[in-house]
């Protein structure tokens, strides 16, 4: 397996692209990243030549890996050519909106935006307005984008801003709290109830690991923001329509949040968010309300079309019960091969999304446990080494994930996400046979 291409392209990157690549996370693989020349099926081939199963898939927004559907691709050829886009508004997204609204039930209206992050930067002005407070609750650990809100450290009320050029005071207004952790919500409603606008939590903290939620956390959330008039805002930004199928992970979770915040699946591969809710929290944005929201791309015809075709055809094809089954098989085919190879290691994920977290110090009885990856279920015998927390992920063997495992992973041809941190994502183009691949590679690697 040779690099050249990758490694002169890297060269060429590091002078025009700050730390040659246009998101941070694309250059955790050292000494450079592979440069991607087209995906194909659930493979991808790197400017070498070299194929890999990818498990990376866009890091969220592909449900079907690199082989989009046949209507899928129709409906993004036509809109590019008829366009591309207008300034005005377009069928498109009355169709998009009216799919969204029909199939979660916590969301009657959409703003569609152009990203994850604009969606999150908007439901939290959105809640601050509705509310007239300011602080927002997050999750140590959580992940809502690069936005000056959220990108936060510390803990609880001693929070600062994680990354140089955000204010101190918009960490000010930051109450960040541990994921599971149902003592430090009730403290935080008590110490601040009447100056919380909203809580903002991942169902499932996705981006750090697959952290899933423990039993009842979800409704103790549901049940604070309720009692002291606060939002309750999902950021389904990588669960919706991946998790729960059509439903998202509030369906499967049976929660119903104030707001929900979309992102990569809706867009069918193209840059998109949306912002989702009831009529009278929704029309509080321009121009039915004050809330000011715009932008001169959102509800791009291209991204409507490629997302809502992309959703539809999950709608009639059996796509995410497709996905659900391999998903399943590579859980429990990881779940045989740690306990014989690496007993302290804990098998995460749901659905279409799996991630081996290198934790230390579990037992190394596998005696009732949780048989496809941690399902926090509290009498297994594992549940106390299952991570609850961003920081128990955090508390894992990173290096040797991301030094040792991750490029032993690329040689056997098998490209996972680029750190301990990011979600793997199964997709409707991946096969029986490369999930075999797949967990031959782990038995080699582990
Ligand atoms: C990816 C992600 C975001 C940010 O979305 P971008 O499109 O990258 O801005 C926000 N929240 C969650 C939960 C995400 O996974």
Partial sequence: MTHEQSRDLYDRALSVLPGGVNSAVRAAIEPYPPFVERGDDGHVIDADGNRYIDWVMGLGPLLY?????????????????????????????????????????SVEMLRFVNSGTEATVSAC??????TGRDKIVVMQGGYHGAQETT???GEYDDTRPSSPGIPQSFADETLAIPFNDEEAAHRVFEDYGDEIAGVLVEPILANYGIVRPVDGYHETLRDLTDEHDSLLIFDEVITGFRVGGLQCAQGKFGIEPDLTTFGKLIG?????GAIGGPARLMEQFTPSGDVFQAGTFSGHPVTMAAGLESLRYAAEHDVHDHIHDLGEQLRHGLAEIVEEQAPSY?????????KLVFTRGAPDSFEDHCEGGCAQRE?????????????????????????????KMKDEGVFLSQNQFESQFVTYAH???DVETTLEAYKEAL
Avoid: N
């Avoid at 002005?125 to 509705?130: F, I, K, V």
């Avoid at 009498?379 to 495992?405: Q, S």
């Fill in 431 to 433: 096969t029986d046979e």
């Fill in 65 to 105: 890996g690199h082989d989009t559907p046949q209507p899928v691709e129709a409906a993004i050829q036509s809109h590019a050519s008829e366009g591309p886009m207008y300034g005005m508004p377009t069928e498109i997204e009355v169709e998009h909106a009216e799919f969204v609204a029909r199939h979660v039930p």
């Fill in 346 to 354: 804990t098998v995460t994920g749901t659905d279409g999304m799996f």
């Fill in 379 to 407: 009498d297994c015998p594992r549940y106390d080494h299952c991570p609850k927390t961003g920081a128990d992920v955090a508390a894992g063997e990173t290096d040797r994930w991301r030094r040792v495992f991750w490029p």
């Fill in 268 to 272: 069918g591969g193209f840059p998109v």
């Fill in 125 to 130: 002005r959105l809640a601050r307005a509705h």
């Fill in 151 to 153: 990108l936060v450290e």
